[in-house]
């Protein structure tokens, strides 16, 4: 079985792409266009591309755990029939749309293999992943990890990684790899990979930076390894679920309105008693090597604790207190503290 093989000292890239500073001779600023007049330039430029383009399907198939460099896409030469085990990618991407910025955005998928894992992250969870950007225009790579590196998905925010919103919306698609082992390298097997078509608006949109011009559109090819769940204020609530409103953004909530977002403010509804606190608790204690304890949609692991062959797992629940259909920690009127029980 051939694994994917990972050196443990790894080289660590970033998607963060320095903008070209006001302070340059050579900057010259960029209006913003109507992003829905912009998006509809875009798709026209992805779709030709995706009308002109191949990859190579056949020898991808054969190979058990391909990497980024694996996957090639070749333009299409006029009057060229497409060759032997090589598949038009308009035939083979899939078709996704998102709203972001108040305007529909259509982006494209490529799926070369789903990953064989449990989990998918959310969109504001870890990923570690490899990747390969180019711009559609000319097809120079302008970024590249070759070595698994780390980023957080929650975007151009408050203790935020940086990445675009085309990934945002991308990797919660795949699922990270079935396993992997630990030695002097790290192996992963059966993990997630694929190339996304990403329209200027999910991705830099007017802004300048190094090696993007403005209103590029961008492919990534990539490769999902592992995901972790974020809890950036470590509040207990996982920052997904700090989407009150389910737009896929986390910036534009602010319960007790004190200018600190829900996913960075440890007392959501400030009525000072802290979010976590506000969770009702339940304490499970197993053998180590035992069956994990099964967690209801509302619970999560605040603490873990091993000691003497045994492990204890302290959980917080989300309650409704007075059924109001507003979480107590959402609720200022209630200041139930369970942190008091323990």
Known sequence: MKLRRILSSIAIFSLVILACSPDDPDFVPVEDRDRTEQQTTDKAILLDYLQS????SGAL???????????????????????????????????????????????YILKINQGGGEASPD??????????????EDASVFDSAVNPV????????????????????????????????????VQFDDYGVGVMFLPSGLAYFSSQLVGIPSYSNLIFKFALFQTEVNDHDVDGIPSYLEDLNANLDVFDEDTDENLIVNYVDPDDDGDGVLTRNELERIEYVINVGGQEPTLA??????????????????????????????????????????????
């Open 150 to 185: 780390d980023f957080d998905l929650v975007g151009f925010g408050v203790n935020a990684g940086g990445v675009i919103t085309g990934w945002q919306r991308v990797f919660p698609e795949f699922n990270e790899a079935s396993s992997f082992t630990t030695g002097s390298n």
């Open 53 to 56: 383009h191949y990859y190579n």
């Open 297 to 342: 949609n509302n619970e999560f692991e605040l603490s873990r604790v091993e000691e003497m062959g045994m492990i204890t797992i302290t959980t917080g629940t989300i309650v409704d207190t007075d059924s109001n259909n507003v979480p107590d920690y959402l609720d200022a009127d209630i200041t139930i503290d369970y942190s008091d029980d323990n």
């Open 123 to 136: 969109f504001t969870d870890k990923v570690r992943v490899e990747y390969e950007g180019t711009l559609i």
């Open 61 to 107: 198939s054969s190979i058990q755990n391909p990497e980024v460099s694996d996957i090639v896409i070749t333009e299409l030469a006029e009057g060229q029939a497409v060759p032997v085990n090589h598949t038009l990618l308009i035939g083979a991407v899939e078709t996704k749309t998102t709203t972001f910025e108040d305007t529909l955005y259509e982006y």
